[in-house]
């Protein structure tokens, strides 16, 4: 009886803490969870946001709608994928549902699923998003359509975000200039593989092509201009020319 009393007690002091909450104060504070990466702690403010609200059409309600998917897509947790299946479905017209779908667009590429990230970064305008995101939209959607051997659509996007300074430029230089190289564009490739010479990534990997274009060429200087060293490379570019 005592411990009913007890349960029943905590029970009912819990709903009337959730009402007195101030909704504006509970929004604002989860938006400086979420900026601050406090994902989990944001959702729990989001969440306790939704439930004081009566008014589900407000633009604040889609948005905390939209803060509690996307935090439980960054704190991992196993329903992300769902929350934000769900969101997207809820609000279609809206601004956020297309960033959400930029998100999801990430996990499924994550995943190798690249047919399925492909076709929501299809619809994903890029002026939705920030500048970092729309090249890394840029970059995956590049990357996608190479994996699944799309080479003509994925060339010109990679040619495009070598371009753009910023986190993918290396990436995408290599890509293009690796499938510039299989389609026998030996000079193209060739510039672009010497500027990542230095490259902490690629410059294991871009003396065996440049080798190989330039003794493919008769450059015999060049190859011997390079040094001993080059022989020894272990990696060595795909032979499979268009």
């Given at each position: 009886?005592?411990?009913?009393?007890?349960?029943?007690?905590n029970s009912l002091?819990?709903?009337?803490?959730?009402t007195d909450y101030?909704?504006?104060?509970?929004?604002?504070?989860?938006?400086?969870?979420?900026?601050?990466?406090?994902?989990?702690?944001?959702?729990?403010?989001?969440?306790?946001?939704?439930?004081?609200?009566?008014?589900?059409?407000?633009?604040?309600?889609?948005?905390?709608?939209?803060?509690?998917?996307?935090?439980?897509?960054?704190?991992?947790?196993?329903?992300?994928?769902?929350?934000?299946?769900?969101?997207?479905?809820?609000?279609?017209?809206?601004?956020?549902?297309?960033?959400?779908?930029?998100?999801?667009?990430?996990?499924?590429?994550?995943?190798?699923?690249?047919?399925?990230?492909?076709?929501?970064?299809?619809?994903?305008?890029?002026?939705?998003?920030?500048?970092?995101?729309?090249?890394?939209?840029?970059?995956?959607?590049?990357?996608?359509?190479?994996?699944?051997?799309?080479?003509?659509?994925?060339?010109?996007?990679?040619?495009?975000?070598?371009?753009?300074?910023?986190?993918?430029?290396?990436?995408?230089?290599?890509?293009?200039?690796?499938?510039?190289?299989?389609?026998?564009?030996?000079?193209?490739?060739?510039?672009?593989?010497?500027?990542?010479?230095?490259?902490?990534?690629?410059?294991?990997v871009v003396p065996?092509?440049?080798?190989?274009?330039?003794?493919?060429?008769?450059?015999?200087?060049?190859?011997?201009?390079?040094?001993?060293?080059?022989?020894?490379?272990?990696?060595?570019?795909?032979?499979?020319?268009?």
């Amino acid at each position: 009886m005592v411990l009913l009393l007890t349960l029943t007690t905590n029970s009912l002091l819990a709903q009337k803490h959730l009402t007195d909450y101030d909704p504006e104060a509970l929004f604002q504070q989860g938006l400086i969870l979420f900026q601050h990466g406090e994902y989990g702690a944001a959702q729990e403010s989001f969440s306790q946001y939704l439930n004081t609200i009566d008014d589900k059409k407000l633009q604040k309600v889609v948005d905390a709608q939209y803060y509690v998917a996307v935090s439980s897509l960054y704190a991992g947790q196993n329903d992300a994928e769902a929350k934000i299946m769900a969101f997207v479905n809820d609000n279609p017209g809206s601004t956020w549902a297309k960033h959400a779908n930029f998100l999801y667009a990430n996990v499924l590429f994550g995943k190798k699923k690249y047919a399925e990230a492909l076709a929501l970064y299809e619809n994903t305008p890029s002026q939705t998003l920030t500048e970092t995101e729309a090249q890394q939209m840029q970059f995956n959607m590049a990357y996608a359509y190479f994996q699944l051997d799309e080479i003509k659509k994925a060339l010109p996007i990679f040619q495009g975000a070598a371009l753009n300074e910023g986190k993918y430029q290396q990436d995408a230089k290599y890509y293009y200039a690796h499938i510039q190289y299989l389609k026998g564009n030996d000079q193209e490739a060739l510039r672009h593989f010497e500027q990542l010479r230095n490259h902490p990534v690629y410059a294991k990997v871009v003396p065996a092509y440049i080798m190989q274009i330039n003794y493919s060429h008769g450059n015999y200087q060049a190859v011997l201009d390079d040094g001993p060293g080059l022989l020894l490379c272990r990696h060595r570019p795909t032979q499979i020319r268009a």
